[in-house]
């Protein structure tokens, strides 16, 4: 039996083992019997110590995390095509782990009983179980058990804290760059830079006989010692050291200590006689470890997909977990955070430039506004972006934005792959109303500032914090230059800016109360952002403004240069400075706590200290909405 | 009173007696508690008159879960033709399909819908559609609730004059937004499932209070003073 959904299930589960081992009809057969589940982000599949499903799950899109009870540690995540909740079914014992959507999920649910007999009967399917197992890829807990799949109970097995590299496979490049032993020195420097890699392996009829690295190319040819006119067999370091492509994270670790190398060979059985099949940099293996930004962000700059990108940040988010438990200041973990997700959406961009048929006809630059603009984005929220590009003649106006239109749209997409929400209002570069010329830029500018209704007001102060994150610098610098003498043109739109930042309900009620969410989804309920957020940030950015002050965006790096500007008001600026980088703290806590955006806090969910805290800020707001009111004389606007 | 005698209903098959039978049940008040019954038709044409249904497709969706095998496809035997749209929906006349009259069709669809609520995009299209097979074939109207998915997208856009929301939204721009495969495109069951993930994917951001919250969503939000 089949029909057309069975059969799109079946063509999905073909990619990935051991569905792809299956003959066609088994897999229409499981197909057909397969449900197809909905995850809502941070529900959850199974608890720890439940008894077993009657089904198994393969991921079709989304992200489940892997955790052990007590313990934030994420132990596994599984992605596009990974299986997970099939062991304690053959084993007949109940999850050792619970599985949480990190976040919108849809799941294949596999039943058991069709599956068991087909994984019984085939024997490559019942080998690869065992295999998965034992190599624990996709259950840490089992290596005791190698080869021994159906009806082994392992309780009280494993430390959860560690995050279990001992038994991580490494991950290598598979993208081996060869040459031979009579290769010219200059040819092979060639190759590595064309591969951008540290090594190229000298190979002889397949089989590793040494190894030269950018080290030996310094010591040996930029010194001197030896003519750049000679062949590889003059620099190489032989015998190559090589291991078996089995090898763990720690062994790797191990490996690259004792020998004090940068690079270790991978071969089939771990000897110089059979081929080699990958190298492993010292890079590599800092990846898997993945506690250290410099190392993401090189691995970031390698990656060439999206998939790819995706893990990293979920590294990302670990790092950030890291950093706030260990109280390291938020300013430099903004920072760190901010300047890796720049890069992210950086090499996204040039992913999708190179994938586009043609290259950009004009120069252009990519913005990111908002949040991410001010270097505030923490966790991933929504993408805010705009694309601003050169002027085009009149007669090459729409095929220019077309193109940019594509573009935008194929990089916003791939951005939400990653992790990035789209902007529910559509503030997106994929939109005609944000990609734009220089000249439809600036008439778009004057007209806000021109014409200062709420609107304006509000699409100026989401566009104003733009901030270049890819191409062309110069073009928002002209862009800005625009924006501040039209400043001085228009003085009222000051005045409509500041009344804008002041529109904001207050987040205290008359007993000094919190004042929470009436109703809707997020009742009773503190909106952190509304209430809290938003005044601090629009009053900044209004101050900034007035001073023509231009690429400071963050909003505590903006009070501190205010602090700078006018000395009689240094106290209030400093507290303003303070008090949004610890409201960004809290939001960013409650956002990993729940796993989402962090904007609603559930006020009996933070203790006293933390209240007191909270409260501390809004006397801040409150003083610098007065001194906002009395310094734009937003009062006469309201009257 | 001969004006009192229930003349007609006694004129109807047992199927439609079976069918209607169901609605003396009320739905669940809660979301999750219900079943929707999400569908899509493929026809020859856009005329509700001239033009016949090629197949339908439906998947219910329990507890955001779908089980394949429950889902239903019946492709109906053709008397009125039209090569045009064939192409499209790659459904020729005599395929290799079973076919079914359209009054078993009709018969299978009542007998899979019952009472839950049908789910469709631009389900208004599907289901009037089916009312017209039904007159055809000497049968009332469909009694079941219906939710539009393009009617509830809408919703989860930011509501402000500055941005020029569109008037609707195709199947496939909610496809690309949701990031679903839009590999079976125009097959019927294909797009119910496109529509059923798109559902759940709306209902999750809507968050609706319940189901009477969830029907009102259709409609655009009104402003208090």
Wanted: net charge neutral.
């Amino acid at each position: 039996m089949k029909n057309t959904i069975s059969e799109r299930v079946a063509d999905f589960l073909k990619k990935y083992p051991p569905f792809n081992i299956l003959a066609e009809h088994q897999l229409q057969k499981l197909a057909y019997e397969v449900t197809i589940i909905h995850k809502e982000n941070n529900s959850i599949v199974f608890a720890e110590k439940e008894a077993p499903h009657n089904y198994f799950y393969v991921v079709h899109k989304g992200a489940i995390a892997l955790t052990k009870k007590g313990s934030q540690h994420i132990l596994d995540i599984c992605d596009e095509g990974d299986i997970f909740g099939l062991r304690p079914l053959m084993a007949h014992e109940k999850y050792k782990l619970q599985a949480t959507a990190q976040e919108e999920t849809i799941l294949y649910a596999i039943p058991i009983e069709e599956f068991k007999p087909i994984a019984l009967e085939n024997h490559q399917v019942g080998d690869f179980l065992i295999e998965s197992f034992a190599s624990n890829t996709r259950n840490p807990y089992s290596i005791k058990h190698r080869g021994k799949l159906y009806g082994v109970s392992n309780d009280g097995e494993g430390t959860a804290e560690n995050k279990l590299l001992d038994l991580q496979p490494v991950r290598y490049s598979t993208n081996l760059v060869t040459c031979t032993e009579e290769t010219q020195i200059k040819v092979l420097a060639n190759a590595m830079s064309l591969n951008s890699v540290g090594c190229i392996l000298v190979t002889k009829n397949e089989l590793p006989i040494g190894i030269i690295t950018d080290k030996d190319l310094r010591n040996k040819v930029a010194t001197g010692m030896v003519p750049i006119t000679k062949n590889a067999k003059a620099i190489m370091s032989t015998p190559v050291i090589t291991y078996s492509k089995e090898l763990t994270i720690t062994q790797a670790q191990m490996a690259l200590m004792k020998s004090r190398i940068s690079h270790l060979c991978l071969t089939e059985d771990g000897t110089t006689d059979t081929p080699a099949v990958g190298i492993l940099s010292k890079h590599d293996v800092m990846v898997a470890l993945g506690n250290n930004p410099s190392v993401l962000m090189r691995a970031i700059k390698r990656a060439t997909d999206s998939k790819r990108l995706r893990t990293i940040r979920h590294s990302i988010i670990n790092l950030l977990q890291g950093y706030l438990e260990q109280n390291i200041p938020m300013g430099l973990v903004s920072k760190i955070i901010s300047e890796l997700n720049d890069a992210t959406i950086k090499q996204v961009i040039q992913v999708c430039i190179d994938q586009m048929e043609t290259p950009p006809p004009v120069k252009f630059t990519w913005l990111a506004m908002g949040s991410q603009g001010r270097g505030e984005q923490l966790l991933t929220t929504d993408q805010d972006n705009a694309i601003l590009y050169e002027d085009v003649p009149e007669d090459k106006k729409e095929e220019t934005q077309s193109y940019f239109l594509a573009l935008g749209n194929r990089i916003s997409v791939e951005l939400n792959h990653i992790g990035f929400e789209y902007c529910p209002a559509e503030m997106m570069a994929s939109n005609p109303l944000w990609c734009h010329s220089l000249q439809e830029w600036k008439e778009v500018t004057s007209h806000w500032m021109g014409n200062p209704g709420p609107d304006e007001v509000l699409l100026s102060s989401i566009f104003f914090d733009f901030n270049v994150t890819y191409g062309e610098k110069a073009l928002a610098d002209e862009l800005s230059l625009h924006i501040f003498e039209n400043a001085k043109k228009y003085p009222q739109f000051l005045t409509h800016l500041a009344s804008g930042a002041l529109q904001n309900p207050s987040p205290s009620g008359f007993f000094r109360d919190f004042l929470v969410e009436q109703d809707g989804a997020h009742k009773d309920f503190f909106d952190l952002k509304l209430r809290a957020l938003m005044p601090i940030i629009d009053a900044a950015r209004v101050l900034i403004l007035s001073h023509s002050i231009k690429s400071i965006n963050n909003t505590a790096e903006r009070y501190e240069k205010l602090a700078e500007l006018e000395p009689k008001n240094q106290e209030l600026y400093t507290a303003c400075s303070f008090a949004s980088k610890a409201l960004l703290k809290f939001r960013t806590k409650q956002g990993l706590l729940h796993n989402d955006s962090g904007r609603f806090i559930a006020l009996d969910q933070l203790n006293k200290e933390e209240k007191i805290k909270l409260k501390r800020t809004f006397k801040t707001i409150k003083e610098i909405q007065e001194l906002i009111q009395v310094r734009f004389q937003v009062k006469n606007l309201l009257r | 009173m001969w004006f009192f005698k229930k003349k007609k209903t006694l004129e109807f098959p047992e199927f439609w007696l079976d069918y209607t039978q169901q609605f003396q049940e009320k739905l669940p008040q809660e979301v999750l508690g219900n079943t929707f019954v999400v569908l899509d038709t493929e026809t020859t044409g856009l005329n509700l008159t001239k033009d016949r249904m090629l197949c339908i497709g439906a998947i219910k969706l329990t507890n955001n879960t779908i089980s394949i095998k429950e889902s239903l496809e019946i492709y109906i035997e053709q008397e009125h033709y039209d090569s045009e749209s064939a192409e499209i929906h790659g459904i020729l006349k005599r395929s290799k399909k079973i076919q079914f009259s359209e009054l078993d069709a009709l018969q299978q669809f009542l007998a899979y819908a019952k009472n839950h609520v049908l789910v469709g995009h631009h389900v208004s299209f599907d289901i009037a559609m089916i009312n017209a097979a039904l007159k055809r074939n000497g049968l009332p109207h469909l009694k079941n609730k219906t939710l539009d998915t393009g009617l509830l997208y809408k919703r989860t856009l930011l509501i402000s004059s500055v941005l020029r929301k569109k008037e609707s939204y195709s199947l496939d721009e909610l496809a690309e937004k949701f990031r679903i495969s839009k590999k079976d495109r125009h097959t019927a069951l294909g797009d119910a499932l496109i529509t059923a993930i798109a559902f759940l994917a709306i209902k999750e951001k809507l968050k609706p209070k319940n189901l009477k919250d969830l029907f009102q969503k259709q409609n655009p939000p009104k402003f208090g003073l």
